[in-house]
């Protein structure tokens, strides 16, 4: 996923879901890239 692609989610949904719309999501504690670091590590 691109860097910014989290936030563009975010957004996203935030315009038009009631669950996400109004709140305060901390994406550094709901997304990271790790998976995808450690997985294209062993393929090399």
């Known amino acids: 996923m ?8 975010l957004n996203v949904l935030s315009s038009f879901d009631p669950n996400v719309k ?3 999501v ?4 709901t997304y990271t890239t790790e998976f995808a670091q450690q997985a294209n590590q062993t393929i090399k």
């Open 2 to 9: 691109p860097q910014g692609g989290p936030q563009t989610v």
């Open 26 to 29: 901390d994406l550094t504690k």
């Open 22 to 24: 109004g709140h305060n």
